[in-house]
């Protein structure tokens, strides 16, 4: 790592003594044109820094999960931060065999994202459950879309992105079974804002623990 003031000087700069680029290399994959390589790495880059999040927001909310629930959601996001983290490497590999130059660079991601960090801190396992159900459906969104653009440009690529999101998909069902009811309804429902998704599912874990107490006198009240 160097210093920020360092860091500010253009790589591509003569001055650097030609070492470092960002350029995209002269070759791509065979049978794939220059230009549809670097289309492809375009789309696999926004992929890459939208996985990087999601990995790091996984791990957030593992460590700030709290409540009766805890130690299940806590456990079951370790899998799926190491599902994510081969993710993320095999698509940064595919960037480079594709000609391109991947970045994870924190710095970076937060310079060319379109979404905002997650926005729920320490709270109880429902609340970020239904945010993360949030997250999940946009990061699958993007994928869908890029599995979608890449058809006509690279079915390789568009292979490993449609394997990605069969376990993404399969993810996000863990994450959805415990917003849904018996009838499939999910307890976030409308929630366009994490907050406002976490908000829902309180609501419902609220309403569901008063019914069982009304429940539980009325049984008191007849005796059985
Ligand atoms: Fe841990």
Redesign the pocket.
């Known amino acids: 790592m160097v210093s920020k003031v360092a860091s500010t000087t253009n790589p591509n700069d003569s001055a650097t003594g030609a070492v470092t680029s960002n350029r995209n290399a002269s070759f791509t994959a065979p049978g794939v044109s220059t230009a549809d390589g670097a289309s492809v790495v375009d789309i696999l880059q926004e992929r890459l820094s939208a996985l990087i999040d999601l990995g790091m927001t996984l791990k957030h909310i ?2 700030n999960i709290v409540g009766p629930s805890f130690i299940g959601v ?1 456990l079951m996001l ?1 899998p799926q931060y190491a599902g994510v983290q081969a993710m993320v490497d095999t698509t940064a590999e595919r960037t480079a065999t594709m000609g391109g130059v991947p970045s994870g660079l924190p710095g970076f991601i937060v310079s060319t994202r379109t979404w905002d960090d997650y926005d729920l801190g320490r709270a109880d396992a429902q609340a970020h459950l239904g945010a993360l159900d949030l997250v999940y459906r946009n990061l699958i969104k993007g994928h869908r879309g890029a599995i979608e653009a890449t058809e006509q440009l690279d079915p390789v690529t568009q292979d490993m992105l449609i394997g990605q999101t069969a376990e993404l998909e399969q993810y996000h069902w863990f994450v959805r079974s415990h917003l849904e009811d018996y009838a499939g309804g999910l307890s976030n429902a409308g929630a366009e804002t994490e907050v406002d998704a976490a908000k829902a599912s309180m609501r419902k874990v609220a309403s569901t623990r008063s019914g069982r107490s009304t429940a539980a006198e009325a049984s008191a009240r007849s005796g059985r």
């Open positions: 593992h460590w806590h370790d």
